[in-house]
């Protein structure tokens, strides 16, 4: 939504290995998983 305070952090563990997008806003903050090699993404709410 607009004027949400969202931030995208990327944390890649590797070339092969997974990633990591975190997700903060006032709604929260969600953690999403990706796995390049699987093309796997796990999506996880994490307390704020």
Request: hydrophobic share 25%; net charge positive; proline share 4%.
């Amino acid at each position: 939504t607009a004027g949400s305070n969202a931030r995208i952090i990327y944390k890649p563990n590797g070339s092969s290995g997974t990633g990591e997008v975190v997700l903060k806003s006032g709604a929260g903050q969600y953690r999403i998983t990706l796995t390049p090699t699987t093309g796997r993404v796990k999506t996880t709410k994490e307390s704020s």
